[in-house]
């Protein structure tokens, strides 16, 4: 089993709907959980950070932690063609280094 | 706005030479991570400093990769000799700390290496 799992996608949603992403880690002792936002040729961009179970909202977006199920997802309301992109969830253990997932691709469609 | 910095952008080189990459992390970071990053992938992990000391180098090709940061400040990752699957996109991160929960690391933009 892999320490970060993404759905492979690529994920294609319209404009204006919500895009949810998901991500599932193996090691339960994981403590820090990110998302980054990477465009094409770019480096990654830190958008998300969550620690505790439950929800976490930043204008459009809303990370989701479960710690009890080893996942945590990333929502994005009103979908915008600015945020076609692929998205790479971290996990990390105290003291210990981030372990990225592959990245799923989303596409919202004009 | 504090931000990582990396040379050069971009690079092409010939398999056997050498190259070099440097890094100058934001200011006040103690931490500096270089990361590789195959297309499709995410990023993995070659070295991480703490000020000028190397805190986990356990996936760095040692026989041909070597990273410094002499005075805890920039660093500068080198390639001898570079090798065709060396091409990737190498990445700088900086965080505040190496330690604790809330260790936020940043990129720099990266340098594209294309070993011919």
């Known amino acids: 089993q892999k320490e970060v799992e993404q759905n492979s996608g690529p994920l294609s949603v319209p404009e204006g709907a919500i895009a949810s992403l998901n991500c599932t880690y193996s090691d339960r002792v994981s403590q820090s959980f990110f998302w980054y936002r990477q465009y094409s040729g770019k480096s990654p961009e830190l958008i998300m950070s969550?620690?505790?179970?439950g929800d976490k909202e930043d204008g459009r977006f809303t990370a989701q932690l479960n710690k009890a199920s080893q996942y945590v997802s990333l929502l994005i309301r009103d979908s915008q063609p600015s945020d076609s992109a692929t998205y790479l969830c971290a996990v990390r253990r105290l003291n210990s280094k981030l372990t990225f997932g592959k990245g799923i691709t989303l596409s919202v469609r004009p | 706005e504090a931000e990582v910095a990396q040379s050069p952008r971009y690079k092409i080189t010939e398999k056997s030479q050498a190259v070099a990459f440097w890094c100058d992390p934001i200011?006040?970071?103690?931490?500096l991570y270089w990361y590789r990053q195959i297309l499709g992938q995410g990023p993995e992990l070659l070295v991480q400093f703490q000020d000028e000391s190397v805190v986990d180098d356990s996936q760095l090709p040692k026989d041909r990769f070597s990273a410094e940061r002499l005075k805890g400040v920039d660093s500068t990752l080198k390639i001898q000799p570079a090798e065709l699957g060396d091409s990737a996109m190498y990445l700088c991160?900086?965080?505040?700390?190496?330690?604790?929960?809330?260790?936020?690391?940043?990129f720099g933009p990266g340098t594209r290496l294309t070993v011919l």
């Open positions: 991160a900086s965080s505040p700390r190496t330690s604790g929960t809330y260790n936020e690391q940043f």
């Open positions: 969550i620690y505790s179970n």
């Open positions: 200011s006040g970071h103690a931490t």
